[in-house]
């Protein structure tokens, strides 16, 4: 431990330190590094497997990465190998490990999600990262989530023989979720949020969909999880819709990836295959948004009346015709709402950095 924080008091002179964002949700790693016109943003999905034998091929994709754990902090990592995102699912289409499946693997997987983003940049020899991470619940994992995934890691990206680099990360904090996304709706010209009143926010996750009042200031007064799923519900209804389980023609539902990449790309085209399901995505989201819609009013009524800002956040805002709707209903959706957290928290590492790590 003493010769690795040598190693990386030494490294850091060198090797500037760069202030990171890292929003890991159940559906979507979010990793935002540096601001301005050399900012890098990541996206994978939370998927991990870990690999026991040799590849037949190296792997590469923007959106998954490939790490092997030589030495480090993390003891039980040493000698392990993983693949995430993308290239989990190419690999291990079934048996891939997802964070949506338990809210205690986004903690338990922290480190190896963290690292298989890094995976996908270019080459560097080093690493210094000051991440900001958030989680759902911060006072429970914050001591957890800090042991796991500071300190310095000795890694070798794309395939066990590659090159090696050092990754040393500090944890600036651990703040929940959403606390990024508030403070990049006061960064915005005008602000989404009036900081001097009492903001309702909803968050529509993958998984969840999330309520959380934050008092005149920003702290949090309130936050629950509908009892009801986030996206995956929308895109399992598609999935398992008759007219496209007939077209697929085994009698097998279709896959939540294809539907999920086919409302992102806007085509509603799934995957290479001649069938369009932007009529029956149409049908699912208008009925979907109102059952979240209601329980979330359910959920807020106290706070409704008394609330300046009513904003919605999280990727399920930027599905087609998601804005148009929640605006009828009097809530703002705030664009790029899938990154709207990390942009926060990242600016936030920017802000600790420049005070010289206060
Ligand atoms: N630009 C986009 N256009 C359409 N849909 C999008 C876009 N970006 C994200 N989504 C969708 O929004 C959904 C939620 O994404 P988000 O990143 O907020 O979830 P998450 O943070 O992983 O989940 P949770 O908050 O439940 O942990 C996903 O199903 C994703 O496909
Ligand atoms: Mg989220």
Not at 123 to 143: G, M, P, Q, T, V
Request: glycine share 10%; charged share 20%; proline share 3%.
């Amino acid at each position: 431990m003493i010769a690795s924080q040598l190693a990386q008091a030494e490294s850091i002179h060198d090797c500037p330190i760069i202030p990171v964002g890292v929003d890991s949700g159940a559906g979507l790693v979010k990793l935002i590094l540096g601001s301005g016109s050399s900012q890098i943003r990541v996206r994978t999905n939370s998927k991990i497997v870990e690999i026991r034998e040799e590849l037949h091929d190296n792997l590469a994709s923007p959106e998954g990465g490939h790490f092997f754990y030589h030495s480090g902090d993390r003891q039980d990592l040493v000698d392990r190998e993983f693949l995430t995102g993308t290239l989990a699912n190419w690999k291990a289409p079934t048996t891939h490990i997802k964070l949506s499946d338990d809210p205690a693997l986004k903690v338990e997987y922290s480190l190896h999600t963290l690292l298989g983003a890094i995976a996908t940049l270019p080459y560097r020899k080093e690493w210094n990262l000051h991440l900001i991470l958030s989680i759902h619940n911060a006072k429970i994992f914050r001591d957890l989530l800090n042991q796991k995934v500071s300190g310095s890691h000795h890694v070798s990206f794309g395939g066990k023989n590659n090159s090696t680099s050092q990754v040393n990360l500090t944890v600036g904090r651990v703040l929940p979720e959403g606390a990024g996304s508030y403070s990049y709706c006061l960064s915005v010209n005008p602000p989404l949020i009036d900081r001097t009143g009492t903001a309702i926010a909803l968050d529509f996750g993958t998984s969840t969909i999330i309520c959380t009042i934050f008092a005149p200031g920003g702290s949090i007064v309130h936050r629950q999880v509908l009892e009801v799923g986030g996206c995956i519900d929308l895109l399992s209804a598609i999935a398992t819709d008759t007219e496209l389980i007939q077209f697929l023609g085994s009698g097998k539902a279709g896959s939540i990836e294809t539907i999920r990449q086919g409302i992102e790309a806007t085509t509603f085209q799934y995957g290479t295959r001649d069938f369009n399901f932007k009529s029956i995505y149409a049908r699912y989201l208008k009925t979907w948004l109102k059952d979240r819609i209601r329980l979330a009013f359910k959920e807020v009524q106290e706070w409704r009346d008394s609330a300046q800002s009513f904003v919605a956040w999280g990727g399920g805002v930027e599905m087609p015709g998601v804005s148009k709707l929640l605006q009828a209903q009097g809530i703002t959706a705030v664009p790029d709402g899938c990154w709207a957290n990390a942009i926060g928290l990242q600016r936030m590492s920017s802000g600790i950095l420049s005070r010289g790590g206060k």
